[in-house]
């Protein structure tokens, strides 16, 4: 009936440990801890085997020496003996000597009990971190102390078997083993005292090594303690350099695997799916560590899309721990160029990036720009209505028209090509990335009264893993760009547009001639605004990207690359100044303002219906003398700008040129 009620409760403890879903690890039952004979804690025997003794006094010396000798080969096995025995306090377990132990006898056992209590903290240090939760690499310690700790087992059933052996003898011969258990001995009383696992428990055990190496004794422990533990740290990093898998249940490794969700942005998928650990960063691995971050990303995206050819398996090393960076580096700086060269050749081949990039460019940048006259054309009078009254649809039809009427009609990716109507100007959305970058400082509000040719930008659609490149950070840098562009070609195209409907009133041309000279001025500024950004910055630009581009052997070189381009049209169109890009705004604005409000209200008012001089054209000259004030003193405040930046880009200084070739705004300047 007993026997039945044991099996019943350890069955109930077995479901009980089944059932458990909580814990991480697998729950041991309540019998490894009742019986203590399955445990290699000695806890539970404390004081077990005390009790009357004799005074050792009443024995001769030669039955002293046999008793004692019984007693420390006892307690070398962590078992109590007759006169040594075992204590407890602040729940760490050490042996003591019985106090009828005289002088002689006590100096003789204190020089072997140090080995005695190293050998009961040693395994029970054993005993608790090799359970399941603390993981690999505390379980491969573990298994490299138990080599030691057989052969002091060995050495202890040699002592127990050896003829006439004497309490010196026994001294003499455990003198190695004692030096072991003491080098053990610390270093899992720093394991303990730090709580480290995982990476940062190799860096510590490398730590200690390095502040006691000199001896080569204790050397050869190290070593062969690192060699073990790192074995499967090591494994981990083979997984993750060679396949782009992590294999790594108790968060050991320096890369893990985050749950982002699924409806995320791809650019943000690509940078938070994974990420560094820097506590388990080994110190050898520590300058390369992103590279290799980079490796496992790139050959995860290779083994997704079944990129990986029989070559690969050549590349596949068995790492061995070392504490040289440089054994390290040779591995993955091969696994690195073989991953990223394949990633870039497949975006290359198979996604076509370069022609991507040149679609891009084409819509962007305005290169093959006639698409955007077609668009003036039939959806002006869209643009020029407020943003929140346009319908969205019908722009993205006009704008595919516009498309297909022009020579961008054979880009095979037109289709990509989306409109997109921001709620703020092109001078908010620029302060507001400048605040967020700079302070973090988030303004969140919108321009109600924006007008479409304000609030028009483009989108264009990129899918994964051209998103790599492309990401969504830098289809932002295309767009500020873009609505720069567009708002400058539409003031020239209203300058030009003013200029045809003047010729019906040349008769009146010395009437108009303020108005002329006015809209000349804004016509050169504009004119050569466009030509600075699209030949002196934009072409130059992208022709040393294509470049490196065409030069480059990995994708983080390209990724690298793309950015500093962007970066480049981005300082040196001026979009990076918020105080010049103000100027420059507000410069444009008075050339927007004035000649489609102005000089279309001048020429339809000019003449009154029946063909004849219509009355006060003065009022309109005088609108005309304050236009030109304001367009001049902004373009004065704008040439101050340039020179003062001038310092510290030369670049900008063809600009100043350009808008003041003859020095006519400098002498006023």
Request: proline residues 2%; hydrophobic residues 35%; glycine residues 4%.
């Amino acid at each position: 009936m007993e026997e039945r009620n044991v099996v019943h409760q350890f069955l109930g403890d077995f479901v009980t440990m089944k059932q458990v879903s909580s814990y991480s690890h697998v729950k041991l039952p309540d019998w490894v801890r009742n019986r203590p004979f399955l445990s290699k804690d000695m806890n539970c025997l404390l004081g077990s085997f005390q009790g009357d003794v004799k005074d050792l006094s009443e024995f001769n010396a030669k039955e002293k020496e046999i008793i004692l000798l019984e007693d420390i080969l006892a307690v070398m096995k962590g078992i109590e003996g007759t006169y040594i025995f075992l204590e407890s306090e602040d729940h760490t377990n050490y042996f003591v000597m019985h106090h009828s132990l005289d002088t002689h006898a006590r100096s003789i056992i204190e020089r072997i009990l140090p080995l005695c209590n190293q050998y009961l903290y040693i395994t029970g240090f054993l005993e608790e971190y090799s359970k399941y939760q603390y993981g690999f690499i505390c379980h491969a310690f573990c298994s490299a102390i138990e080599v030691f700790i057989r052969d002091y087992k060995i050495l202890v059933a040699q002592l127990e078997n050896c003829q006439d052996l004497t309490i010196q003898k026994t001294m003499f011969y455990i003198q190695p083993s004692a030096k072991t258990m003491k080098i053990i001995y610390y270093l899992m009383k720093s394991i303990e005292e730090n709580a480290t696992y995982g990476g940062s428990l190799i860096n510590l055990i490398h730590q200690l090594s390095v502040e006691r190496s000199g001896d080569s004794r204790v050397d050869d422990i190290y070593k062969y303690i690192l060699e073990n533990v790192s074995r499967p740290y090591l494994e981990m990093l083979v997984y993750w350099l060679y396949h782009g898998t992590i294999c790594d249940p108790y968060n050991e490794f320096f890369i893990c695997e985050n749950d982002i969700g699924t409806d995320v942005d791809d650019i943000i998928y690509w940078n938070q799916k994974f990420s560094l650990k820097k506590n388990n960063i080994l110190t050898s691995l520590m300058d390369n560590a992103q590279r290799i971050l980079s490796t496992g990303k790139y050959f995860n995206v290779l083994r997704e899309y079944g990129k990986l050819s029989n070559e690969y398996e050549s590349l596949i090393k068995n790492i061995q721990y070392s504490h040289r960076e440089e054994y390290y580096s040779d591995y993955i700086q091969e696994a690195y160029f073989y991953s990223s060269s394949k990633i870039m050749r497949m975006l290359i081949d198979d996604y076509d990036l370069v022609g991507r990039l040149k679609s891009i460019k084409h819509y962007f940048f305005l290169d093959q720009g006639d698409f955007l006259v077609h668009f003036f054309d039939i959806a002006e009078d869209e643009i020029n209505k407020p943003a929140s009254s346009i319908d969205r649809e019908k722009l993205q039809t006009l704008l595919e028209i516009s498309i297909k009427a022009s020579v961008t009609k054979n880009d095979p990716y037109n289709e990509d090509v989306k409109c997109k109507l921001q709620s703020y100007t092109l001078l908010k959305q620029i302060k507001y990335i400048l605040s967020v970058s700079s302070s973090g400082i988030v303004e969140t509000t919108s321009d109600i009264d924006i007008r479409g040719v304000e609030a028009f930008c483009l989108d264009y659609e990129v899918n994964w893993p051209l998103s790599i490149v492309i990401s969504s950070k830098t289809m932002v840098k295309y767009q500020l760009l873009f609505r720069f562009f567009f708002y400058v070609k539409y003031v020239s195209r209203l300058l030009n547009t003013s200029w045809k409907e003047q010729q019906n009133i040349r008769q009146y041309e010395y009437e108009l001639r303020s108005n002329n000279y006015l809209r000349q001025k804004m016509a050169h500024f504009v004119n050569q605004l466009e030509y600075y950004m699209m030949f002196e910055v934009i072409e130059p630009a992208w022709g040393n990207f294509m470049h490196d581009l065409q030069n480059a052997e990995t994708l983080d070189t390209v990724v690298k690359s793309h950015d500093e381009f962007l970066d480049i049209c981005l300082r040196q169109c001026m979009l990076t100044e918020s105080k010049l890009l103000d100027i420059i705004m507000k410069t444009l604005s008075v050339c927007h303002v004035y000649t489609y409000t102005y000089v279309n209200r001048i020429v339809k008012n000019w003449l009154n219906d029946d063909g004849h001089e219509a009355s006060e054209p003065e009022r309109y000259l005088a609108i005309a003398n304050a236009a030109d004030s304001k367009f001049t003193g902004n373009l004065n405040l704008l040439l101050k700008g340039l020179n003062m930046w001038d310092n510290y880009d030369n670049h900008i200084s063809s600009l100043s040129t350009l808008l003041d070739f003859n020095g006519f705004y400098g002498q006023s300047i």
